[in-house]
Nanobody
Framework: DVQLQASGGGLVQAGGSLRLSCAPSGFTFDNYAIGWFRQAPGKEREGVSGISYSDGSTYYADSVKGRFTISSDNSRNLVYLQMNSLKPEDTAVYYC?????????????????????????WGQGTQVTVSS
């Protein structure tokens, strides 16, 4: 069965950087779309980024465009989220998830990330805290 682990979170000052990693077990990312999501205290979970393996397309929420970059290292079977120019509002627990199905066929879309309906495999998150 699919399992994922997100790691790399920590405490950083505003303007700093972190790289999060998503590591699977029991599968390879070649067959799945991967999404990054986050949830802040008292807030709903929101989509941050995603990558499709059908065409390599990527998606970023408007709030992180130009600051975050999603990438994959197929040789290590890892997906990364490089986070630069971090802001206090980026503080949240970050999760990665894998999925396949109707909304994730073809190019990754914001609608698929936001709906999350075809992201069925989740890991426990990693805490990112950005101080002012």
């Amino acid at each position: 069965d699919v399992q994922l682990q997100a790691s790399g979170g920590g405490l950083v000052q505003a303007g700093g950087s972190l790289r999060l990693s998503c590591a699977p077990s029991g599968f390879t990312f070649d067959n799945y779309a991967i999404g990054w999501f986050r949830q802040a205290p008292g807030k709903e979970r929101e989509g941050v980024s995603g990558i499709s393996y059908s065409d390599g397309s990527t998606y970023y929420a408007d709030s992180v465009k130009g600051r975050f970059t999603i990438s994959s290292d197929n040789s290590r079977n890892l997906v990364y989220l490089q986070m630069n120019s971090l802001k206090p509002e980026d503080t949240a627990v970050y999760y990665c998830a894998a999925g396949s199905g109707h909304t994730l066929d073809g190019p990754i879309t914001g609608a698929a990330i936001k709906a999350m309906t075809d992201f069925r495999s989740w890991g426990q998150g990693t805490q990112v805290t950005v101080s002012s």
